[in-house]
Each structure stands twice: as structure tokens, then as C-alpha cells.
């Protein structure tokens, strides 16, 4: 078993939805976590960020921990063609350490 | 937030060849990280580089295979040695910056192709 799972998808959704994305873990040791966003042929782009459990919103993103189910989400709004991308969630235990990495979900976004 | 340069962006090599990349921040970190990306999978650790020690590899990874130099707190090289088409992916290095070094950032990658 993964220590992340994350369903590769694909995502297809119409413009203006909301996308929802999730990871599932198994270590109870993590306690950062993270959001990336990968275009084809191009290097993870960093999202959002959080620690421990709560929310957190950043302009169409909101980020949710919850320690307690070991589930982490993303919900993009108002979703646009631009957001068609592979959403990798990634964690870690402790600040500036290594990242454990989820397989990646592709989102489409069909105008 | 940090920025990363990458080289190169991508090649195409010869089996039993090696390859160096290079990565470079614009700020100086006491980490840095090189991960692997196979095609259509996601990114997995190969090795965790110090400055002044030796770096840290992940299980089924190997020096010999991957050795890493970290001559500074600003630059990074990863060797890939003796290829073979299964060392096709894409080389990323990455680096913890912000103020509580909670956030993990990319360079671009390094796409290459083994033939």
C-alpha cells in the first residue's frame, strides 16, 4: 500500500465548476501539506500549503486538512480552461524535509 | 519563494553514456532535493543533498549510479551514470524556502531520453 493515494483521474469538468480534488494517507507522522500543479513538460508549481489540520483559502483555492481521517482536499472554483493541469498532492513530516508525493490526479476543464 | 534554474531543460543520450544536471537557486539552502519522475507517474525521492557531507539516497537508489555534488549552499549536480533507456524521465530538483522552510519549490526539470 502507498503512502499516499491520490485517483489518477481523469478529471473532466465544465468550465465554472468546481473542482475537487483529494489525497488519502497513511502516516500519521505528516503534518505539512501540500498542493502542486503540474502543466505537461513543465516542473511541479507550488499551490497552497498547510499545516496541521484546518482550512485555508487562497483566491480560487481552498485547501482542507482533516488529521483525524489522515484526508486531505482541494477545491478550485469557478474552474477555467487554464486550470487543465495534473493536481499532485505531497506532504511532509517536519519543515525543509522530503516530500512523500501522491500519483497525481489530471483535471480537464472543457470550455 | 525560490527560483531554480535547471540544465538542461532536456537531452537525448546514448546508452552506457552519463549525463550531468546542474541546479541552481537564487538563494542559499542547507537542503536540496533531486526526485525522478517516470513517464505519467509522479515524483519520487532519489537522494537528499547536504552541503559539506555526503547526500542521503533513497531505497533503490544508488552512489554510484546517481552520485551528487553539493559544492555550495547554491548549486547542485546530479550525474546519471552508465544509462539505460529505463533512466528516461524527467530530473527535478527541488529546495524548502520561506520563513519556517515549509514550502517546497521546483526547478523545471530535466526531460531525458535514453536511446
Known amino acids: 500500500q502507498k503512502e499516499v493515494e491520490q485517483d489518477p483521474g481523469p478529471l473532466s469538468v465544465p468550465e465554472g465548476a468546481i473542482v475537487s480534488l483529494n489525497c488519502t494517507y497513511s502516516n500519521s507522522a505528516f503534518q505539512y501539506f501540500m498542493w502542486y500543479r503540474q502543466y505537461s513538460r513543465k516542473g511541479p508549481e507550488l499551490l497552497m500549503y498547510t499545516y496541521s489540520s484546518g482550512n485555508k483559502e487562497d483566491g480560487r483555492f481552498t485547501a482542507q486538512v482533516d488529521k483525524s481521517s489522515k484526508y486531505i482536499s482541494l477545491f478550485i472554483r469557478d474552474s477555467q480552461p487554464s486550470d487543465s493541469a495534473t493536481y499532485l498532492c505531497a506532504m511532509t513530516k517536519a519543515a525543509g524535509n522530503k516530500l512523500t508525493f501522491g500519483g497525481g490526479t489530471r483535471v480537464l476543464v472543457k470550455p | 519563494s525560490a527560483v531554480i534554474s535547471q540544465k538542461p531543460s532536456r537531452d537525448i543520450c546514448q546508452r552506457g553514456t552519463s549525463l550531468t544536471i546542474q541546479c541552481q537557486v537564487d538563494?542559499?539552502?542547507?537542503?536540496m532535493f533531486w526526485y525522478r519522475q517516470q513517464p505519467g507517474q509522479s515524483l519520487t525521492l532519489i537522494a537528499t543533498a547536504n552541503q559539506g557531507s555526503e547526500a542521503t539516497y533513497e531505497s533503490g537508489f544508488v552512489i554510484d549510479k546517481f552520485p551528487i555534488s553539493r559544492p555550495n549552499l547554491t548549486f547542485s549536480t546530479l550525474t546519471v551514470s552508465n544509462m539505460s533507456p529505463e533512466d528516461s524521465s524527467i530530473y527535478l530538483c527541488?529546495?524548502?524556502?520561506?520563513?519556517?522552510?515549509?514550502?517546497?519549490?521546483f526547478g523545471q526539470g530535466t526531460r531525458l531520453t535514453v536511446v
Open positions: 527541488s529546495v524548502a524556502s520561506g520563513g519556517a522552510k515549509t514550502e517546497a519549490f
Open positions: 538563494s542559499q539552502v542547507t537542503m
